[in-house]
């Protein structure tokens, strides 16, 4: 069966940084875009950032200039520098999958596979 397993999440102070890794097994990935999205407690998941198969990027406006996404798609991996953390990115890190299809990025629902998630929190 497909997995998605992340780690690279901690308990940091603000101005710290983590990386996180997602490995995805089980299929073929070829064409996937994969993604981060987040959920503070009592919140909705929210989108963080996204990269296609091609490497093409895109990013929620909080975490432009601190955060990147990159992925190795021989390893069908994908990673999460996140640099000047703040007390807002505080949340439970999900990895998803989705193959291709013409539809907006940020959306939760047209993703087909989901990770555990991951804690990140960050103190003040």
């Known amino acids: 069966q497909v997995q998605l397993v992340e780690s690279g999440g901690g308990s940091v102070q603000a101005g710290d940084s983590l990386r996180l890794s997602c490995a995805a097994s089980g299929r073929t990935f070829t064409g996937d875009t994969m993604a981060w999205f987040r959920q503070a407690s009592g919140k909705e998941r929210e989108f963080v950032v996204s990269?296609?198969?091609?490497?093409?990027?895109n990013y929620e406006d909080s975490v432009k200039g601190r955060f990147t996404i990159s992925r190795d798609n021989a390893k069908n991996t994908v990673y999460l520098q996140m640099n000047s953390l703040k007390p807002e990115d505080t949340a439970v890190y999900y990895c998803?999958?989705?193959?291709?299809?013409?539809?907006?990025?940020?959306?939760?629902?047209?993703?087909?596979?989901w990770g555990q998630g991951t804690q990140v929190t960050v103190s003040s």
């Open positions: 990269i296609t198969w091609g490497g093409s990027t």
């Open positions: 998803a999958v989705r193959s291709p299809k013409f539809a907006a990025l940020s959306e939760v629902t047209t993703y087909d596979y």
